[in-house]
C-alpha cells in the first residue's frame, strides 16, 4: 500500500498544492451526487485504460483526505474532457498529447518516491521518462509543424488560384452584380407603373351626385 505522506506528495506534484491532512468530518462530496458520481466513473475509466498506477494513488487519497479526493478528480475530468476535444480535432495530437501526460504523470510519481527514498533505479527511471517526455515533445513539434506545413500549402495554392484567374473571377462577379442591379431597376419600374395606374384610376372614378329633391 502506497504510504500516506507519498500519497499526499504525488497529489501536491500532479495537481498544484500541498494536499490537506484529512479531517474528521467531511462534507458531502458533491452538490450534484449522481453528476459527481458520473464524473468520477468516467475519470476512474479513463484511468484505468491509460494510467493504471494513478488509480491506486487516488484510492489511497480517497480513503486519507477525501476532500483532496474529490480535487484531484475534477482535475482528472478537465484533462479528460482537453484531451477528448483534441482527439475530435487531431487523432495523431490526441494520441501525442495522451502519452505526454501520462510521461508527464509518472515523471511526478518517480519524483515523489526518490522524496521518500532516493535509489539509483529510481534514477534510471526518471531519466528515462525524461527522455521519453522529450521524444514526445520532438514528435509534438514535427506534427504541428507538418500540419502547418499542409495548411501553407493550401493556402499558397488558393493565392495562387486567385492572382491566376482575377481577370475572369471579377468579370463573374460583376455579370453577376450587374444581373441583379437590372432585376431590381425592373421591379422598381414594375412598382412605379403599378403605382401611377392606380393613381390615375382613382381620379377617373367621380363620387356620385346625390339626386336633387323635386321643386315645389
Do not use: C
Not at 459527481?36 to 486519507?64: R, Y
Not at 479526493?69 to 490526441?94: C, T
Not at 527514498?117 to 521518462?129: F, K, M, Q, V, Y
Not at 390615375?200 to 339626386?211: I, M, V
Amino acid at each position: 500500500m502506497v504510504h500516506r505522506t507519498l500519497v499526499f506528495l504525488v497529489v501536491a506534484a500532479l495537481f498544484g498544492g500541498a494536499a490537506a491532512a484529512a479531517e474528521p468530518n467531511i462534507e458531502p462530496r458533491s452538490a450534484s451526487l449522481v453528476s459527481a458520481e458520473q464524473t468520477e466513473k468516467q475519470v476512474l475509466e479513463f484511468l484505468n485504460e491509460h494510467h493504471p498506477e494513478l488509480v491506486q494513488v487516488l484510492s489511497n487519497l480517497h480513503s486519507n483526505s477525501p476532500h483532496e479526493y474529490d480535487r484531484a478528480i475534477r482535475d482528472l475530468a478537465r484533462v479528460r474532457e482537453r484531451l477528448m476535444q483534441v482527439k475530435e480535432g487531431d487523432p495523431q495530437r490526441h494520441e501525442l498529447d495522451l502519452q505526454a501526460w501520462v510521461v508527464q504523470s509518472r515523471i511526478h510519481l518517480v519524483v515523489a518516491r526518490l522524496a521518500m527514498s532516493d535509489s539509483p533505479a529510481l534514477r534510471d527511471e526518471l531519466r528515462n521518462l525524461l527522455s521519453q517526455q522529450f521524444d514526445l515533445k520532438l514528435r509534438a513539434m514535427r506534427h504541428d509543424r507538418q500540419r502547418q506545413a499542409e495548411r501553407l500549402r493550401k493556402l499558397d495554392e488558393q493565392i495562387d488560384r486567385l492572382a491566376g484567374n482575377a481577370d475572369e473571377l471579377i468579370t463573374k462577379q460583376m455579370a453577376s452584380l450587374t444581373k441583379s442591379s437590372e432585376a431590381m431597376a425592373e421591379r422598381i419600374r414594375d412598382t412605379r407603373q403599378r403605382a401611377k395606374k392606380g393613381v390615375a384610376g382613382g381620379a377617373d372614378r367621380r363620387p356620385l351626385e346625390s339626386p336633387k329633391a323635386p321643386n315645389r
